[in-house]
Structures are given as structure tokens and as C-alpha cells.
């Protein structure tokens, strides 16, 4: 079995160590926000934030072999502001596949949840709501994630 790559592993890390912020936030909203549907945020919220930052650190920081700590703060700064859509997005395909399989997750007015499509622009609007909340953890978490692991990166590439 082929072992990753040190890009691949590096850009899994910023993931992981990301993925708790959107996890801690997605809890805090679960557990005070009123309404149903909210109580498993925290997954769509850990999903978003790994992926947009194993996939940002991938494109900033590995792609091009610029190891620094100003790219891996750059990196996790956009990933803890581009989360916010990727989450929305996330919990929007979540009602629909819902609604397809069990004709639930249906709102308040009995009407089925906005399509993929129309998801895209919802995805936009809830995340500028989300963004003024949260935004103010998110993307100075990232960044401060990205910075020490920009660090590390470099120290590991210039030890070797």
C-alpha cells in the first residue's frame, strides 16, 4: 500500500485540526438556537470547516511549496469565512435528501426544502447571517491554526 504524500497529510491536518471550530460552533448553535433542525448542526458545521481548510491549505500552501506562516494564516482565515456557505450548502442537500427519501424536513408552512439550485443562493444569504455571528471565531481561528501549522510545515521542510 502506497503511503500519502506529505502534501496530502499536511493539508488532512489543517482539516483536522479545523474540523473542531466548526464542530464547537455548530454545538453552541445546536444547543441555543430556537426552531427544529438545528440540534445536529454540528456535523454539516465540522464538515464544512474540514474540507474548506484541508482543501484551502492544499491550493495556498502546498500546491505551490510556499511554506510560511503568513500562507497557512491566509489559508485558514479563508477557510473559517468560506465554511459558512459550505455549511449552509451542506444542510440544505441535507434536507433535500430527507425530504426525497422520507417526504419529511419539510418547513413550518409544510412546503419541501428550496432545490439544489436555489440552495446555492440560500447557501449565500444564511452564511452573510452567519458570517456577522460567528465569523468573528471562525476566521481568526483559522487563522491562528494556519499560522502555527504554517510554521511547523516550514520547520519540517527545512529539518529535512
Known amino acids: 500500500m502506497k503511503a500519502m504524500s506529505p502534501a496530502v497529510v499536511w493539508s488532512l491536518s489543517m482539516g483536522a485540526l479545523c474540523a473542531p471550530v466548526g464542530i464547537g460552533v455548530g454545538l453552541f448553535i445546536g444547543s441555543s438556537a430556537t426552531g427544529a433542525g438545528y440540534e445536529n448542526f454540528w456535523l454539516p458545521a465540522g464538515l464544512a470547516a474540514f474540507v474548506t481548510a484541508a482543501g484551502l491549505w492544499w491550493l495556498i500552501v502546498e ?4 511554506y510560511t506562516a503568513l500562507r497557512g494564516m491566509t489559508a485558514g482565515f479563508l477557510a473559517g469565512i468560506l465554511a459558512h456557505p459550505v455549511c449552509w450548502y451542506f444542510m440544505l442537500v441535507a434536507a433535500n435528501v430527507c425530504y426525497w427519501t422520507t417526504d419529511g424536513c419539510r418547513s413550518s408552512l409544510n412546503e419541501p426544502p428550496m432545490n439544489l439550485a436555489q ?21 481568526p481561528g483559522g487563522m491562528i491554526i494556519g499560522g502555527l501549522l504554517g510554521r511547523e510545515r ?4 527545512n529539518s529535512a
Open 63 to 66: 500546491w505551490r511549496g510556499r
Open 119 to 139: 440552495a446555492v443562493l440560500g447557501a449565500a444569504v444564511l452564511s452573510f447571517w452567519s458570517l456577522l455571528l460567528f465569523g468573528i471565531v471562525t476566521g
Open 154 to 157: 516550514k520547520k519540517s521542510v
